[in-house]
């Protein structure tokens, strides 16, 4: 900041630590520019969209990156894809790559009922990893502060579905590991591990 554009220095701060939830008190609303580059896993983007969202201007800017983060990088990362198809509004791609361009915005349209439930609805699709109890409180507290009631009871609801999807092993896995287990002879079972652990992690 200092090196690029110096007068803008007193413009610029920067909030560290946690969720964005604990730091947009002090940036204030009426943001008109939010751009979204987070962890590109499930629920991640999500969550900070629902944060940020009660603080924009009519008619904000969002900015998404990595867009087609799970075609080139990793598979299970689609949640920037999910997020910005869902964005109600006028969306703006850059005039390259069609249609794989893997940044975006969208002028958002003005927000209804409607749009909040489907925002809040792509919660449902199964997360990556289920953040500390302190960040899913966080975050259930700013549910109860800037929306409607049922909407805490809906993430509630997705917490415990996907607390129970994480504990669930997946069925090939846990069939793979007993084929390998009775057809391996002993003596190979650490190979063998090694070979599971690149295929399943």
């Known amino acids: 900041m200092q090196e690029l554009v110096p007068e803008l220095q007193n413009k610029w701060h920067l909030h560290t630590g946690g969720l964005v939830a604990n730091h947009l008190d002090n940036i204030g609303k009426d943001i008109d520019l939010c751009i979204i580059d987070t962890v590109h896993s499930a629920p991640g983007e999500v969550l900070d969209f629902l944060m940020v969202l009660p603080y924009l201007s009519k008619n904000a800017v969002i900015i998404m990156h990595d867009l087609v983060f799970h075609i080139f990088a990793e598979k299970n990362s689609s949640i920037c894809a999910l997020l910005f ?117």
């Open 85 to 201: 198809q869902a964005l109600q509004g006028r969306k703006v791609f850059p005039p390259f790559d069609e249609p794989l361009q893997n940044i975006g915005s969208c002028v958002l349209a003005d927000l209804t009922p409607s749009h909040i439930q489907q925002y809040f609805r792509i919660l449902n699709f199964p997360w990556c990893y289920i953040p500390n109890d302190k960040d899913l409180q966080v975050f259930r507290n700013w549910i109860v502060k800037h929306y409607e009631p049922s909407f805490s009871v809906m993430f509630d609801r997705f917490v415990e579905i996907q607390r129970k999807w994480q504990k669930r092993e997946n069925p090939l896995k846990r069939a793979t590991k007993k084929l390998l287990k009775k057809i391996i002879p002993q003596r190979f079972h650490p190979f063998a591990k090694r070979i599971k652990a690149k295929l399943f992690g």
